[in-house]
C-alpha cells in the first residue's frame, strides 16, 4: 500500500486547509486510516481518525470542533478538512493507514508527509 499526502501549505491564522491523502496497491481491507503530525522537536501524535466505513470518529482534544476527519473508499482517499487554524497547528502532517493481511497479521503504512504552516 502507498500513500500519497497532498494539500499541505503556508495558511494565515484563522484559515482553512483540506489534505488529502490517496492510498494505492493493494487497498482491500484497508481498517482504520488517521492522520498524524510532527512539530520540530516534538513526538509524533494523532490527530484524527476514521474507521473502515466512516461511520466513527476519533479527535486529539486540541483540533475538536475545528477538523473534520473523512474517506471515501470508492475513490482510495482519506481527508482531514482544517479550519480555525491555529500556529500551534504547524507540523508535518502524515497519513497511516492499517491492514490485516491474509496471515491474520495488522499491517501499517505511513506517507511521506505534508508540511502545514499557519503563521500568526
Known amino acids: 500500500v502507498q500513500l500519497v499526502e497532498s494539500g499541505g501549505g503556508l495558511v494565515q491564522a484563522g484559515g482553512s486547509l483540506r489534505l488529502s491523502c490517496a492510498a494505492s496497491?493493494?487497498?482491500?481491507?484497508?481498517?482504520?486510516m488517521s492522520w498524524y503530525r510532527q512539530a520540530p522537536g516534538k513526538q509524533r501524535e494523532l490527530v484524527a481518525a476514521?474507521?473502515?466505513?466512516?461511520?466513527?470518529?476519533h479527535y486529539a482534544g486540541s483540533v475538536k470542533g475545528r477538523f473534520t476527519i473523512s474517506r471515501d473508499n470508492a475513490q482510495n482517499t482519506m481527508y482531514l478538512q482544517m479550519n480555525s487554524l491555529k500556529p500551534e497547528d504547524t507540523a508535518v502532517y502524515y497519513c497511516?493507514?492499517?491492514?490485516?493481511?491474509?496471515?491474520?497479521?495488522?499491517?501499517?503504512?505511513w506517507g511521506q508527509g505534508t508540511q502545514v504552516t499557519v503563521s500568526s
Open positions: 496497491g493493494n487497498t482491500n481491507s484497508l481498517n482504520t
Open positions: 497511516n493507514a492499517v491492514r490485516t493481511n491474509e496471515l491474520g497479521y495488522t499491517l501499517s503504512y
Open positions: 476514521v474507521t473502515s466505513g466512516g461511520g466513527s470518529t
